[in-house]
């Protein structure tokens, strides 16, 4: 039986990266590229903490940042697209580069799976997608629905799928969600969001705005429980991992942590935590659970969805 239980799975996000290259460089990496700690500081004092925060800003709203010269931003404009590829890849390269990520596709491969009859008395059911990243490909539930021998337009009809936008937005729809689950009671057996982080950090990018972020990200997570509770539905929540600056003073194996810090942490029963293995390997790991040891596992990203890894 899948039990209310809140899952949360934190990955390296690779983006359009070559595969060991982190989506989210930090911005200390600049300093190889010739601009001062001063000027990385004046960033970060901003909210602008990675390479990809650096693109994804004007250079208008740079030379606003105090102390930035227009050179300046030219100069560090510059360093940060030598760190990032300008980002064009031919479709085809882009359709593979959906399957990196092993999380969205463990997404996928939830919505389809959890419909299905299983062992203990479990009758299989709907499903809500919440999509933060617009990552949700209905195809994909069409390609995993043939793995598994299903009809593809029940698959799809199965399954309700939300596009948030704002974080605000994203607590909205759980009324709706909640509303849902009342009235097809028991009908439902997963809530799938992907991915519970992305909006808050867009909405609550400043540092001094970090006490409101968490404040609301703990709202939403008590919501999340107490509908997985009074509903009997399994909550899968995405994350993704970002590097950790106090782990080179650690000297931890692996300098890299989730977002969304404790408050994240606590509210999750079990988490898994994704990265990539040789070629097509990826290897999930057991982080944090109540009742399993810590353990890993390799598994494959197939055109069906989550499969066994082929040795």
Do not use: W
Request: aromatic residues 8%; glycine residues 8%.
């Amino acid at each position: 039986m899948m039990k209310s239980m809140e899952d949360q799975v934190v990955q390296e996000e690779p983006g359009y990266q070559d595969d060991e290259e982190s989506f989210f460089q930090d911005i200390d990496l600049l300093q190889k590229h010739g601009i001062n700690v001063a000027d990385i500081k004046k960033l970060k004092s901003v909210g602008i903490c990675t390479i990809k925060g650096i693109q994804m800003t004007t250079r208008r709203a740079l030379c606003n940042v105090k102390g930035l010269s227009e050179a300046k931003v030219d100069k560090i404009k510059e360093a940060a697209n030598k760190l990032i590829e300008p980002g064009f890849l031919t479709a085809f390269e882009y359709s593979e580069k959906q399957f990196r990520t092993g999380k969205t596709q463990l997404s996928h491969t939830l919505c389809v799976t959890a419909q299905l009859p299983g062992p203990n008395g479990y009758t299989g059911g709907k499903i809500i997608f919440i999509d933060t990243e617009n990552t949700f490909r209905p195809d994909r539930l069409r390609d995993i629905a043939d793995r598994f021998n299903v009809d593809h337009d029940a698959v799809l009809d199965n399954v309700l799928y939300a596009r948030a936008y704002t974080s605000e937005h994203q607590m909205e729809l759980l009324d709706y969600v909640a509303a849902k689950f009342h009235e097809e009671a028991g009908i439902f057996k997963l809530l799938i969001i992907d991915s519970i982080m992305a909006l808050f950090r867009v909405d609550f990018s400043g540092r001094g705005e970090l006490a409101e972020r968490q404040q609301k990200l703990a709202q939403m997570l008590s919501r999340l429980q107490k509908i997985s509770e009074e509903y009997n539905v399994a909550v899968f929540v995405t994350n993704q991992m970002t590097a950790d600056p106090g782990a080179t003073m650690t000297f931890q194996a692996d300098p890299k942590k989730p977002i969304g810090g404790h408050i994240l942490a606590h509210a999750s029963t079990t988490r898994i935590s994704l990265r990539k293995g040789r070629g097509e390997l990826r290897i999930a790991k057991i982080y944090d659970s109540p009742e399993m040891p810590e353990n890993e596992a390799t598994f494959a990203i197939t055109a069906g969805g989550i499969g066994d890894a082929k040795e």
